[in-house]
């Protein structure tokens, strides 16, 4: 019969072989998936065999992460800002850079209570940890994607906030009038900025597996920033913020758009590999 650590070494050598990067942490959290325990709790456990049916299970979830399926769509969650989101394949998986994004605004934003909008919500995870973090303000998420919104909506109740109201919105193509002029004191968005021309050279988890539209904007990487740049005039109050994330080397361009939109105050702020990461500006 196959011990826990018997099964780990055999995944991860498995994984390595097939070009997956950390394949022992990988092994090690698919099978705590399996057994139900925290990946910690495998160390104690090394020594005891696994059922048949453990090791059927866990062969199927090996084959699926060996295909180069995220792990986070096999687990079925994901942790961000210390929270955790439910994630399927419908929408974009939360990642470690998108904390500045969110620390960024809860500086910002303070005691004040505040009106914000988050364009394109995805799983919720931006809206969720802005509503947990800052209590006295309302949070709107709109998304173009209703199964997405439905997977926001599980995340709402999953971690026990009241201040987030999820809308089906197109930001590209509809009109404005389901949003309230000067509405907002904050529009903030992670919006897709992989150009066309990059996209195909993005790694097979993103390409195959993530959602291609949270991804690409099947153009110049920009356009989500233009559009949402400009209507953002319409939905602000007076001073209103914006807060962008951004790809790698897209900051002097998202800047331009921003100050062609009557945004000042402009700051950038970079992440841990020293790209820049966040934007962010006031209204003039």
């Keep these: 019969m196959l011990t826990v650590l018997e099964a780990i070494n055999l995944s991860s050598e498995y994984l390595k072989k097939k070009g997956i990067e950390s394949p022992r942490f990988n092994a090690e959290m698919l099978l705590a998936h399996i057994m139900n325990f925290k990946r910690l709790n495998l160390y104690l456990a090394f020594d005891r065999p696994l059922t048949e049916v453990e090791i059927s299970n866990y062969r199927e979830l090996i084959k699926r992460r060996s295909r180069f399926e995220p792990l986070q769509y096999i687990l079925g969650s994901v942790e961000f800002f210390g929270l955790n989101f439910k994630v399927d394949p ?75 109201r999820l809308v089906l919105h197109d930001i590209l193509n509809s009109n404005l009038e389901s949003l309230k002029r000067n509405q907002f004191d904050i529009i903030v968005s992670n919006p897709p900025y992989i150009s066309s021309d990059e996209f195909p050279r993005l790694a097979p988890e993103l390409k195959v597996y993530e959602p291609k539209d949270a991804l690409t904007d099947f153009s110049d990487g920009l356009k989500f920033y233009r559009e949402i740049s400009a209507k953002a005039k319409y939905l602000l109050k007076p001073k209103g913020k914006i807060f962008f994330e951004m790809g790698k080397g897209l900051h002097e361009d998202i800047k331009k758009i921003l100050r062609m939109n009557s945004f000042t105050k402009i700051e950038i702020k970079k992440d841990l590999q020293n790209i820049e990461r966040v934007i962010f500006g006031e209204l003039n």
């Excluded at 974009?92 to 209570?113: C, D, F, W």
């Design 90 to 164: 419908s929408v974009l998986i939360p990642r470690p850079e998108t904390e500045i994004l969110v620390e960024t605004i809860i500086e910002k934003v303070g005691s004040e209570p505040a009106e914000i909008l988050d364009v394109g919500t995805g799983s919720g995870n931006i809206a969720v940890s802005l509503a947990k973090n800052l209590p006295q303000s309302n949070i709107t998420g709109i998304d173009i994607n209703q199964p997405g919104l439905n997977l926001a909506e599980e995340n709402i109740k999953l971690n026990g906030v009241q201040n987030v």
